[in-house]
């Protein structure tokens, strides 16, 4: 079955810390990857995507993820977190050109200041 | 542009009612996904319309049902309410490409959801 999932439910960092957030998703097909973002109070917004080409992506707020297809895994990370990345972040994944996203559990990022 | 817009933001209901949400997408987005998301079972597809007609569903009882207007607008049912349906519920709306087509590397546009209490 397409599924995605997500190593750690809830990561505490101080300011400054570097950030790695994994992902898993299962083999399904063609596959398109995502990293959406939900700050608190405010609706999910994306971060991030992949579908094709490098595998090293660039997103908002100097957030990146590399997609291995090797090891199904597509992990996010900032090399210096600040207090407001403070938010449950969330990996997804359509398989095979479909438009059903299908979410990993989700990791609640809390940063200290 | 406006952003996805969800009405109502926070209803609240009784067991064996019946509710509709209602969602407008961005201006020119065309497929309309709605998503339930609970702190048990997380983010979960619901269904997804496209130029009026159903494209895709999840694993929802058919109490869950959904439509498409000529303007994209959407609107979402849950008939019989239980306790469980008790959730956040998201719509999304995603962009056409140039050749009217929609592609799953689109980025979903997320609303800000209603809540539903069930009582």
């Known amino acids: 079955a397409q599924s995605v999932s997500q190593h750690n439910h809830h990561v505490i960092l101080s300011e400054a810390a570097s950030l790695e957030l994994g992902c898993n998703y299962s083999?399904?097909?063609?596959?398109?990857l995502f990293w959406y973002v939900q700050y608190p109070g405010q609706h999910l917004q994306l971060l991030l995507k992949?579908?094709?080409?490098?595998?090293l992506v660039k997103g908002i707020k100097g957030f990146e993820a590399e997609f291995i297809k090797s090891k199904f895994s597509f992990n996010l990370r900032k090399p210096s977190v600040q207090w407001s990345d403070t938010a449950e972040y969330f990996c997804?994944?359509?398989?095979?050109?479909?438009?059903?996203?299908?979410f990993g559990q989700g990791t609640e990022l809390s940063v200290k200041p | 542009k406006a952003g996805v817009t969800q009405t109502p933001r926070y209803l609240i209901k009784t067991r064996g009612q019946q509710v509709t949400l209602s969602c407008s997408p961005i201006s020119g987005h065309r497929s309309v996904s709605w998503y339930q998301q609970t702190p048990g079972q997380g983010l979960q597809f619901l269904f997804e319309y496209f130029s009026e007609t159903q494209r895709n569903k999840g694993n929802f009882p058919g109490r869950f049902s959904g439509r498409q207007f000529s303007n994209s607008r959407s609107e979402m049912n849950v008939s019989t309410l239980e306790l469980g349906d008790s959730a956040l519920y998201l719509c999304a709306s995603r962009p056409t490409g140039t050749s009217g087509a929609i592609y799953s590397y689109n980025e979903q546009f997320f609303g800000p959801g209603t809540r539903l209490t069930v009582l």
């Open positions: 997804a994944a359509t398989y095979n050109q479909g438009g059903k996203l299908i």
């Open positions: 992949y579908f094709s080409g490098d595998p």
């Open positions: 083999y399904g097909g063609t596959v398109n």
